[in-house]
């Protein structure tokens, strides 16, 4: 399936956060998909961790610039690339690129190879150029050649794209050497080196329009993000777009870019930093929103047509709140979570509340880079279940206690062994979302809540046999509820701080047991053994003169 790689955001307020210590910002998010079918039905999800955080959100990616998806949308309504361009970066105007030759990272690293099926040739500093017959060579920091005295850096060229690593790329080929490390770096015409962007951002299969867009905002985004004081131009990663060479390349990416050849974005005579990003929920955000600093271009702007896309609404994902607090170093379980949010209804920031009133507060793109959220637009309910008892002696009852915050209308569930998941009552939280309420289980039951498509908490209350036993007449008798055929019944005398069982015997179908015989002095009790999805039971103590 093909990647949408993220563009890095080289905007001041990123750079900021990124030197305050953000782990991971709008400048530096992992791939998303691009994804070619619908989302399925939503389906249930289940944490049986005492405290849940569930998040749900719209969108995947920065929120800045055009949405792929929503230019798939536009594409398909019949706008043409201009339109859809003039949609997503505000005022801007189309014109001619500035250069029509990129440099392009390659590698650096101790070794390389470099191979090409036809002739080529090899040019040094001092412009030697020695031909080289098809085959593979492999260089080093040292930039020897067998039985050549050429003068790094040498600039490989051929009649067809070489091949660097495995992976043929087109343009020729530069390679320098610090005398510890290559550096190779491709010098490939700007059409051509679109060639093998284009196809890896969008599926080629997309209509036309949409890849004309994505051809022109790779373009102009190639453009606006040049580094500077290097010996190249661009990586050929996610720091820049992701060039997958020839591999890459498809008929119908190619017509994209010959049909909008050397096109770019202006914004008042320079190129604009075309930000673009798979999927934006609906709305997509504005710089100044996002990051604190306003570009003129890149406004919220409303995005109907994304709704193709299957992560234009997503969740509920599921976290353990001990480990989310523990991330954000915070004692014990979250307790609680508040979300600032602005304009476009994406999150600006995330404070979150542990155990002795403990905070913590982080950016939007801090908290969704430390959850690894698909985007900043999303919701969240905190979730919570305990047993106030662990075990309850049957015909009694426990207290389950928990909360349910930014949640509504949350429900009881119960199951016993061999049984399904079934509804155990609703729940009403107080005004702080906490609530408490009263089960009475005649076996061994686990309780979990249950909100929406969210299963979270797992309370597990064992249920105890309830054991009656007097001494009348020399014989120990009594009663086992609830009455199990041919449980087993214990007769137990405590030595110190040990019970020691000097007779079994087997409950009638009734409940009801005996033992017969001369009981030594002492302190006895009756236990009725685990079994029958009881736990063990046992009577008052009772003495034997």
């Known amino acids: 399936m093909p990647r949408v790689s993220r563009p890095a955001l080289r905007l001041g307020a990123v750079c900021l956060l990124l030197l305050a210590g953000a782990a991971l910002s709008l400048a530096a998010t992992r791939p998303a998909t691009v994804h070619d079918s619908t989302t399925s039905a939503a389906t249930t999800v289940t944490s049986p961790a005492k405290v849940v955080l569930a998040v749900s959100g719209h969108g995947w990616g920065h929120g800045l610039g055009m949405s792929q998806w929503g230019a798939y949308g536009y594409a398909n309504h019949g706008w043409t690339y201009q339109r859809i ?29 470099i191979a090409s099926d ?88 997309w209509p036309a329009a949409a890849l ?16 500077h004081q ?82 234009h609404d997503w969740g509920p994902i599921l976290f353990d709140g001990a480990k989310v607090a523990k991330q954000l170093k915070l004692p014990g379980a979250l307790s609680d979570l508040s979300v600032v949010t602005g304009p476009s209804g994406r999150a600006t920031s ?53 909360f349910a915050r930014g949640a509504d209308s949350p429900a009881l569930e119960a199951k016993t062994a061999g049984s399904d998941w079934a509804p155990a009552g609703e729940l009403i939280p107080d005004a702080d979302g906490s609530f408490a309420t009263v089960v009475k289980p005649l076996t061994a039951t686990q309780y979990r809540l249950s909100w929406q498509t969210v299963r979270a908490g797992l309370a597990s209350v064992a249920v105890a046999a309830r054991v009656e036993a007097q001494l009348a007449a020399g014989t120990v008798q009594g009663t086992e509820r609830p009455a199990v055929a041919g449980a087993a019944v214990q007769l137990q005398r405590q030595d110190g701080a040990v019970w020691t069982t000097v007779s079994s015997t087997g409950a009638s179908s009734a409940g009801s047991f005996s033992f017969g015989g001369t009981l030594t002095a002492g302190t006895y009790r009756v236990r009725c053994a685990p079994g029958h999805g009881l736990a063990a039971g046992a009577s008052a103590t009772f003495a034997a003169p």
């Open 85 to 113: 361009l003039a949609h997503y970066y505000s005022g801007t105007t189309l014109g001619p690129a500035p250069v029509s030759t990129v440099r392009v990272l390659l590698a650096q690293a101790k070794k390389t190879s």
């Open 118 to 205: 036809a002739p080529w040739t090899v040019v040094d500093s001092t412009g030697k150029k020695v031909a080289l017959v098809p085959g593979t060579m492999m260089l080093k920091p040292s930039l020897a050649l067998p039985k050549q005295q050429l003068a790094p850096p040498l600039a490989f060229d051929g009649t067809q794209p070489l091949v660097v690593n495995g992976k043929a790329v087109r343009g020729k080929i530069e390679v320098s050497s610090d005398g510890k490390r290559l550096e190779v770096v491709a010098v490939v015409a700007l059409e051509a080196y679109l060639k093998g962007v284009v196809p890896a951002e969008m599926p080629p299969k």
């Open 212 to 227: 004309q867009a994505q051809a022109v905002a790779a373009r102009s985004y190639a453009l606006a993000n040049l580094a």
């Open 230 to 311: 290097r010996d190249f131009d661009l990586y050929a990663d996610t720091r820049s777009q992701v060039y997958g060479g020839v591999a890459a390349e498809s008929p119908a990416a190619d017509d994209a870019i010959a049909a909008t050849k050397g096109t770019v974005v202006l914004w008042h005579g320079k190129v604009a930093d075309t930000l673009f990003f798979s999927t934006s929920g609906g709305r997509t955000a504005s710089a100044e929103e996002a990051t604190g600093t306003a570009v003129p271009y890149l406004v919220s702007v409303p995005d109907p047509y994304d709704v193709a896309s299957p992560v």
């Open 350 to 402: 995330v404070t979150a509340a542990a155990a002795d009133d403990a905070h913590a507060t982080v950016t939007s793109s801090q908290f969704r880079a430390l959850l690894e959220l698909r985007s900043t637009w999303f919701t969240s309910a905190l979730l919570s279940l305990q047993p106030q008892a662990k075990t309850v002696t049957y015909g009694g009852s426990v207290s389950l206690t928990g």
